[in-house]
């Protein structure tokens, strides 16, 4: 298909937003407003129409790593680091990069993510000097560096004044005379200082950021849908494997019915993205091992809407966001978010439904072991019977599984 690398960039900037949100304590849009920075410093530099799709790509990119390496984190200690330590730490950076190993850049650069915290005398994680760390890479180090120093969102004269001293104290240290001259070119324009305002950013970045699109296969395009599935399973230590484990299990039941090749890939990359919404629920509810609150449950109830909201933006992806943003709805109406009727589900939002419990039952959580898979299916067969589910689907698992076991 023609796959748009721009609506799916806005995607991925959605999902990253929110977990820096969460789980970081940043600003919302920090992404957006960091690729807007550096879109418009490369922009100043005269750098290449693929060049300039690429600086936002990898700015919006930047921090991708800081998901899995706080989960990594959580797990080890029992707490979750705070962003300045996190930030700290160079191996988000070596995670980050090779997260986006598939990701379809058009220009032949790589180790930009890896180097994003080098500075300009050598005194960055891995020392690189100079001329020594790619252009992009100081161009995304300054943009991110601005955003973690300055409420840019809410930037005022004062710090406009603020901000462009800071970055002339900065020159031949963190940053080079080259990056300095041409961030503060840019600040020379007003609607630079207006478009880093939450109301703005958005439309600047799908204004200003080059379209492109590349005819890809299914296969290429769940390469690159891996990303986001790394990102949502590890937003919560509760889910580590999930989007994963649904992703292989969409694979054998799809050999299974006989699917043709597309068709498979399609369930496969809706398995990888069912849970983007939950990118937007808090990790406080995610990991509450307690039965939750009305409110909490109505806030993670909320997961499957928000992932409609950002794949219905993909063009291409209309099948695939049905089968993602279904998986919670029920065949006697009792699902969520819109208590669709059976003859609303269709039969592969029926089996990711019934994938999703019986994968939700059988992997290993923090707080308990992965059920065996007779007990699981016992799960299956009463909702099966109470209306839930649909009956040939529930069936056709346990003869699967059951051999696979």
Known sequence: MLFRLNEFLMAVSFALDFVEMDILGMPSNHGKRTAYISISIAKAMRLSSYEFYDVAALAMLHDNGLSEYSLHEKLATKELKNAALLEGVKEHCIIGENNIKNYPLLTNVENIIKYHHERHDGTGFFNLRGEEIPLMSQIIAIADALEKNFDLQNNTYNMQNEICEFVMHQENVAFSSKIVKAFLKVTENEDFWVNLKNDFVSTALEREIPEHCLELSFEE?????????????????????????????????????????????????????????????????????????????????????????VLQEIKGFEEITEWASNHHERLNGKGYPFSKSSEDIDFNSRLMACLDIYQALTEERPYREGLPHEKAMEILSDMMKDGFIDTKITNDIELVFSKLK
């Open 221 to 309: 395009i769940h390469n690159i849908t891996n990303v986001l599935s790394k990102i949502i399973d590890s937003k919560s230590s509760y889910t580590q494997r999930h989007s994963q484990g649904l992703s292989e299990k969409a694979a054998i039941m799809s050999d299974f019915y006989g699917l043709e090749q597309e068709e498979k890939m399609k369930l496969i990359i809706a398995a990888d993205l069912h849970d983007i919404g939950k990118l937007a629920v808090p990790n406080d509810i995610l990991d509450k091992p307690a039965k939750l609150s009305d409110e909490e449950f109505s806030i993670i109830k909320k997961h499957t809407y928000y992932t409609r909201l």
